[in-house]
């Protein structure tokens, strides 16, 4: 056995723990940098927070810009913010790009150089300033993991640096303020988180060497990761299509909170794979959300990877609460398949990538692309060649998931 587990110094996950985050910030320094984003900032439960730490420590400037997929121009103002404050920590308040962008922020703070120095896995030298990162979605799990995503204008598709010393040093998760998010970003989001848990659970397990936990930062799934994801999957079943009906649903939203943070656990260690790897040309392409690509693309690649992980489809099923009792395990994947497929619909998610403005001449490229994203797509448990992820954006494209079947002169 080889396998290690990823997160904050310290988790405090609840209702009202927001009210934690003026000391834990004063305790990791007294000179802080804000980032966040204007809707958020104009929130009265941020706006509270942003004054309540003014009052604990000797400096403060907001950075409240952040704009979505953090491009690059974004990065360099941020950076720009915390040098005039001298920072020495960093709070990030928001969902995913808020705190994808305060991490890479604290890596250049401490490191210098800029974000292409540090693209790919484990590029990062050493620990970063604190960051105590807030998150007001319940998708991206960002607060938990060691991952910052990017949009470098240079290229065709995001950029990820990955490294354990960009973990957040502290995480608070309070499921109040989700309350206002609005109901197409709690679906985009909840069904990221969804993806996180799947994913993650029916990652390729792989083999390890002792480097491999400090020289790699995905590792494949293990007991551990697969404990985490099956617990989040359950919650997120449950309240995701409750909470996009009903966002003041407050057991909803506590389920997602909670869900989306299990997930986040998850996937820091085990990874994400082809939804995810093939969403990245497929957003920088369509500048869609990355949660509606994500999973969008979902159903298609378990179906093409069916044959290794029938089993944990089967035992999704029975997590998700269907009723696949006295089912073959094919009968209850496809039990669960099909109810991925309604779970998508009901919360606005479109069916097909050509829904979404994606031409169908693009598909082997973008495949193409997104096996170039080794970190990720080494976690996908089916066939990963070019063709195989043409196939599965060829299924996506037409709206079948069986077209992941045909032989390439049938499909084209």
Request: glycine share 10%; charged share 20%.
């Amino acid at each position: 056995m080889l396998e290690t587990v990823r997160g904050p110094r310290q988790l405090i996950v609840g209702e009202g723990v927001a009210q934690n985050i003026p000391r834990v910030v004063a305790e990791c320094g007294s000179r802080v940098l804000i980032v966040t984003d204007r809707v958020l900032l104009g929130q009265p439960g941020v706006a509270e927070i942003v004054a309540a730490v003014r009052e604990k420590v000797e400096a403060v400037e907001v950075f409240a810009d952040a704009t979505p997929d953090v491009p690059l121009t974004d990065v360099a103002l941020a950076v720009s913010a915390a040098a005039e404050v001298d920072a020495d920590v960093i709070l990030a308040i928001g969902g995913g790009t808020v705190i994808d962008l305060a991490k890479i922020v604290g890596v250049i703070r401490c490191h210098g150089g800029t974000p292409r120095d540090f693209y790919g896995e484990s590029k990062v030298p050493g620990p970063t300033i604190p960051l105590v990162a807030i998150p007001t979605t319940s998708g991206t799990g960002s607060e938990l993991t060691p991952v910052s995503v990017l949009t470098d204008p240079d290229r065709e598709l995001k950029v990820g640096v990955s490294s354990v010393h960009i973990v957040p040093d502290f995480a608070i998760v309070d499921p109040e303020l989700t309350y206002t998010c609005p109901a197409t970003v709690t679906a985009h989001s909840g069904i990221d988180a969804f993806c996180h848990a799947v994913e993650s659970y029916t990652a390729r397990p792989r083999p390890h060497g002792p480097r491999d936990p400090v020289e790699q930062v995905f590792l494949g799934r293990n007991p551990i990761t697969d404990h985490y994801a099956l617990l989040a999957a359950e919650r997120i079943a449950r309240s995701l299509p409750q909470v996009v009906r009903d966002g003041g649903d407050k057991d909803a939203r506590a389920d997602m909170s909670y869900g989306s943070m299990l997930a986040g656990l998850a996937f820091a260690h085990a990874g994400n794979a082809a939804p995810h790897a093939l969403q990245y040309p497929i957003g920088a392409a369509t500048h869609t959300p990355h949660g509606l690509g994500v999973g969008l693309l979902l159903p298609y690649a378990l179906d093409a990877a069916r044959d290794a992980i029938g089993d944990r489809l089967a035992i999704l099923a029975g997590v998700c609460g269907l009723d696949v009792t006295g089912a073959s395990e094919d009968e209850a994947a496809e039990t669960f398949l099909t109810w991925l497929d309604g779970l998508l619909a009901g919360i606005g998610i479109p069916p097909t990538l050509a829904d979404i403005g994606v031409a169908r001449a693009d598909l082997p490229r973008f495949a193409e692309m997104a096996g170039g994203v080794t970190r990720l797509i080494q976690n996908h448990p089916g066939p990963t060649d070019t063709a195989s992820l043409t196939a599965i954006l060829e299924a996506a494209w037409l709206g079948d998931r069986t077209r992941h079947v045909l032989t390439p002169e049938q499909r084209w």
